[in-house]
Structures are given as C-alpha cells and as structure tokens.
C-alpha cells in the first residue's frame, strides 16, 4: 500500500519513520514534511496550508496512494477527513463533526457526561463575572482553559485567582471567546492513544508526557518538552480500564449520535486518589508522545492504520511490543513557548542521525529547514525530538541525552529531568488515607 501523511512535526517524522519500517507499505509520502522527513521519503509542500484538501488530494492521486494519515488537529477540525474520504480515498483521522471533541473543550464535556465518563466537574462560561463564580465554587489549584484549540498553550493552572482570572479573560477576549473552569486534578499524567474505527476499539501502550517547559514541572505549559514509555510504574489492568470506563462508551457515544470516531482518540489522564480521570481529549496522536509510544510498536503500522481507516480493527491480531523503553527530548528553541526564536543554525543532528544504529539514539525533526546552502536552520518552537532506547529507562535516558549532547543550537533549551522521576521510582498513584 501507498501512505500520505500530512503534517511537519517530529510526530509524523515517526509516524513515516515506522510506515517505512512495514514490510507491506510500498511507498510513504508527506506533505509538507520536513527535513528529516524529507531524508527519508518524498516530500510535497501544500502552499494553502494543512488544511487545503485540494492540494491534499491531488498529492494523493499523483501519488496513488490508499491511505491518507492526518497527524494535527487544525486540519481535521477544518474537515480535511471529510474530503479525502469524500474522494473515496481511505482517511486515518476523524471527521470535522467527530474532532470537535478536542476542538472544543466544552463539547468534550458534555458527551463525557452523556457517555457517564470520569472527568473533573467543570463550568463553561462566556463572562468574566461567570468566571469569577466559578473559580470561587471549585476552588484552588485554579484551572482555566480556552474552550478553543489553543495548541496545548490555553491552559493556566495557579493558585493565584487574579493570574486565573486574566487567562478567563483574555480568551474571552477573542470572538466567540469560551472558557472552561475545571476541577483541580491531583496524580500523575498519563496519555493513552486509542486507535479506533468508529466502533473498536485499539489501545497503544501508555506514555507520559512532560508538558510544563522548566525542570520539575515548573514554567508555562508547552505542546510538550518530553516523553517516555513504557510506564512501569502504572496500576495493572489501568489500560484495560481506560478502555472500558472511557474510550469506548466516548465512542460508542460518538456513533450514536451519528458522528462515529475514526483516528486516535488520545486520552490524557490524571490517575487520581479517586481512579482515572479525563483531563483531555485529542483527536490525533500527541506530540512528543508518539515518538515513544510508535519506537516501541512492533504490529506493522500500516495495517493497523488501514484497518482503523477501514472499520476492521476488529480483523486484526493482538498488538505487538518491543520489550524496551523509550525516552524522548525535545529540543526547544530560545524563547520557546512564549516567542520562539528562529534562523539558528541547527549542528549536529545529521552526526547523530548517523551514528543513529550504534548509539541506539536517533533524532526526528520538527521546527527544522534546509537553507539554500544546505545546513539545518530552526524554524519552529520545538525543533527537534530526540529518542533514546535501552533495555532498561535509565540506559533509554543515558542514550537520548547524549544524543541531545550532541546537538548544537544557539540559544535551545531542553530538560534534564525527563522520566527521572521514573527511573527513581518516585513517581505513584496517590492511594485514599
Ligand atoms: P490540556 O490542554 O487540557 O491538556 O491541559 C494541559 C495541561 O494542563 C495538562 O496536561 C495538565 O498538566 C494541566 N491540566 C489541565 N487540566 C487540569 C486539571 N483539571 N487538573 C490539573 N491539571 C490540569
Ligand atoms: N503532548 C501533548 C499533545 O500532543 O497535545
């Protein structure tokens, strides 16, 4: 089979980077892609943007692909899906009625609630008097968030009320501003990808993510600064669970209501004193999660692709596993999140590429261009995600960070403290007491 995957981040470098690795994929193109993508298979640019579905299917037809993969939100919130399936073309990515389940915050909560799914309560308002109430009826740690899609930047969670009530007000501000005030949730984080085909469901192996930019979770939330998988620490039986008490009744919903889920329904979690609880849903794969949680998966990802795209996730066997951790890094640039700086020459990252095979480290672009000259300019706020594996987490650490010692970007930030915690064994589910 053919595969288009649409999208330029260190997301769909692995996604490509595993399609290659299917024996039954016969040719993988992207668009736009990126340099490290484009290193490793065609790549096409869309001058209208992501969400062009023209330009998107004459790709796909020049090509003669079978598959289109959607990786970010904007594209299938704008219904990119809707139209390559409407062109009669296989899609692996939910419809614009389906993705509104990350498109808007509210949405999510209310079929949450239809389908009678774990969340923390929450209060949607469209004043800033509104938000004020609410912030005094949950109560501190405040949690604020834009209704809209804010690239994982829309969160402000404080426990000083003025700070809350700003953020309220400022996506107020924009039209059609909403707001969500949410319940604090307190336990670890964890994302669960689940693929589905608008009626079975998939799981991937859980991963955790580290989305505030500074060491121990301290700074601005960020779309992600790093990610491991698997969790050894987590509660047996938690995917099982996830599965049952979440994502499938989410889906079962979604079908019911005549707007079945096709794609990734990431899940991300808080495990609280009190059990799984939702914080988010995303209607794609999460970054950087993706580049773990794929390193690791042994089912060919073609197929199970297809098989989502095609409503026969039933018809496919067990997944299968690498016995191994992965750990990503992302490598950000200066001032990243607030005001990304870009144009620095990026050294180092086609010596680590090389060395990829010995090292058991690799490094996947996002925020990256070939200036004419040809060397690595930065052009985004995470520029690169650079995976490590080994058989223990510890050695997956070890790897991904001498890889990331290897990188030269003036002024690049990244932490230090990626899955420490785990390789402590200090991280737990809060247990009643
Ligand atoms: P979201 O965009 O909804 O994923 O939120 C981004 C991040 O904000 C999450 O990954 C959490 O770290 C934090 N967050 C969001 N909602 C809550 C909540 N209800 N309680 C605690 N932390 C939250
Ligand atoms: N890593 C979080 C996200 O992809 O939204």
């Given at each position: 089979m053919k595969v288009l995957v649409i999208g330029s981040g260190a997301r769909e470098h692995a996604i490509v980077r595993a399609l290659t690795l299917?024996?039954?994929?016969?040719a993988v193109v992207a668009a736009p892609g990126n340099p490290g993508i484009a290193a490793l298979v065609p790549c096409e640019a869309l001058e209208g943007g992501m969400a062009d579905a023209d330009a998107v299917l004459e790709v796909a037809r020049r090509y003669e692909v079978d598959l289109v993969v959607v990786g970010p939100e904007a594209p299938l919130v704008a219904g990119l899906a809707d139209a390559v399936r409407a062109a009669g073309l296989a899609c692996f990515g939910p419809s614009s009625a389906a993705a509104v389940l990350e498109g808007s915050k509210a949405f999510a909560k209310e079929v949450m609630s239809s389908a009678d799914v774990p969340t923390g309560r929450a209060l949607v308002c469209t004043t800033v008097d509104e938000v004020d109430d609410a912030l005094g009826a949950l109560g501190a740690p405040h949690v604020v968030k834009d209704?809209?899609?804010?690239?994982?930047?829309g969160v402000v969670v404080t426990d000083d009320r003025d700070e809350a009530l700003a953020h309220g007000r400022a996506c107020l501000d924009k039209p059609g501003g909403r707001v969500v005030v949410e319940e604090y949730l307190d336990g670890p984080e964890v994302s669960l990808f689940c693929i589905c085909d608008g009626q079975h469901v998939v799981p991937l192996a859980p991963a955790q993510d580290?989305?505030?930019?500074?060491?121990?979770?301290?700074?601005p939330n960020t779309g992600g600064m790093g990610a491991y998988s698997p969790l050894d620490w987590a509660p047996a039986g938690l995917v099982d669970d996830v599965v049952a008490r979440i994502a499938q009744p989410v889906v079962d919903e979604m079908h019911r209501r005549g707007t079945p889920f096709v794609g990734v329904l990431y899940v991300g979690l808080a495990l609280t004193v009190r059990g799984p609880r939702v914080i988010e849903f995303n209607v794609r794969f999460g970054d950087p999660e993706t580049q773990v949680v794929l390193d690791r998966l042994r089912t060919p990802l073609g197929r199970l692709l297809m098989a989502a795209a095609t409503g026969?996730?039933?018809?496919?066997e067990p997944l299968r596993w690498a016995d191994e951790h992965a750990v990503t890094v992302v490598v950000a640039a200066a001032g990243y999140p607030a005001s990304p700086r870009t144009g620095d020459v990026v050294t180092g990252a086609d010596a680590a590429e090389a060395a990829a095979a010995e090292a058991g480290a690799y490094v996947l672009h996002a925020g990256t261009v070939r200036s004419a000259d040809g060397s690595l300019v930065s052009a985004g706020g995470r520029v690169l995600s650079v995976v490590g594996r080994g058989a223990t987490l510890a050695q997956a650490r070890e790897r991904a960070y001498a890889a990331v010692d290897g990188i030269g970007l003036d002024g690049s930030h990244h932490r230090r403290d990626i899955a420490e915690k785990a390789e402590r064994g200090e991280v737990a589910v809060p247990v009643a007491g």
């Open positions: 299917d024996p039954t994929v016969d209704d809209g899609l804010a690239a994982g930047k580290f989305k505030r930019v500074g060491e121990g979770d301290t700074g026969r996730l039933d018809e496919l």
